[in-house]
């Protein structure tokens, strides 16, 4: 794996308890030396508790060994490095992220890119994967980078679609990058970077618990909506007992924190009563939702690849 100093110290700043992203964030400044860095930390430990330079560099030197023994065509990329993509909204500090694996165009992150997250249920209809699709052609026909989570059903059909009109697409993973999740897709993962696209992550190392597993998606879902300027829902049940919420609400719920765009693909006529339709009708309902549908398609996709506000 290309890795920078900077990822490094991040990495291993990342190892101290209670030093989490805000604290990166409040913290770091560009061109931090890495005694700067150590004394930063023992400002937050007991005396009795003081990092050494040494220890710090040895910390260093042991995550170096096991980048290294990674894929060779991986990068990873941190805050203060040039290419680091700035998210878009307003995101508080412990929820941006401060280092990235990837593969692929980091390119594909730039503001300047117009991203839209489409995401949705792993179990679609062939009408609602119809649908998608004709939602996603048309975006790619107005420029637009496809951004999604490469899960299984309205991820899939968003990464296939962009890649059969040529368009670069974004996936955006729970998992690391040298064991794609789910495995299943581990092919269209490789047919993205081929055709131009990328896919990246937080982690390079596996999660350690069940519970850190579903985590892990949830900060993904968040990481789809602050790399894009609005979120598209194809569709979605809402939570219920029967394990088929999709996890989408995260996604949506994040744009809606962070001040983005949110649209749901929703006809009132067929989707009323529908069940994969729920949490599309719900948020049809907020204010501010751009609603998708035959008739509204060319007004919604002019709304959503608008520039966006310079409030953020």
């Known amino acids: 794996m290309k890795y920078t ?42 005396q009795s508790e003081s990092v050494t330079l040494n220890s710090f560099e040895n910390i260093k030197h042991n995550i170096a060994l096991e980048l290294d023994a990674l894929d060779e065509n991986s990068n990873a990329i941190a805050l203060g490095d040039e290419l680091f993509p700035a998210y878009r909204g307003k995101v508080a500090a412990s929820k941006q992220p401060v280092v990235l694996f990837y593969k692929g165009d980091i390119k ?81 993962a490789n047919e993205i970077v081929v055709n131009g696209g990328l896919l990246i992550t937080e982690y390079y190392k596996e999660a350690n618990s069940k519970h850190e597993v579903i985590n892990r998606y949830i900060q993904r879902d968040r990481l789809q909506a602050l790399f894009s300027d609005g979120v598209v829902l194809s569709a979605s049940y809402v939570p219920n007992n029967k394990g088929l919420d999709s996890g989408s609400r995260h996604a949506m719920n994040a744009a809606k924190e962070y001040g ?24 049809a309902q907020e204010e501010g939702t751009i609603v998708i549908n035959k008739d509204s398609l060319k007004k919604s996709i002019a709304t959503l690849v608008a520039q966006q506000s310079s409030l953020f």
């Open 5 to 46: 100093q900077n990822v490094l110290n991040i990495l291993a700043l990342q190892t101290f308890k209670g030093v989490g992203n805000a604290w990166i964030v409040s913290n770091f400044k560009a061109n931090t030396s890495v005694e700067e860095f150590v004394e930063l930390i023992n400002r937050k430990k007991p």
């Open 108 to 188: 594909l992150l730039q503001k300047t890119n117009k991203n839209l997250a489409v995401i949705g249920l792993l179990n679609p209809t062939a009408q609602i994967e119809k649908v998608e699709r004709y939602v996603v052609k048309e975006f790619i026909a107005n420029g637009v980078t496809i951004v999604s989570g490469l899960a299984l059903g309205c991820d899939t059909i968003a990464h296939d679609e962009t890649l059969k009109n040529g368009g670069a697409t974004v996936a955006i993973l729970p998992s690391t990058l040298e064991k794609i999740m789910p495995s299943s897709n581990a092919e269209l």
């Open 260 to 283: 983005l765009k949110r649209a749901v693909i929703y006809n009132k006529q067929l989707h009323s009563n529908d069940a994969m339709y729920e949490l599309n009708k719900q948020i």
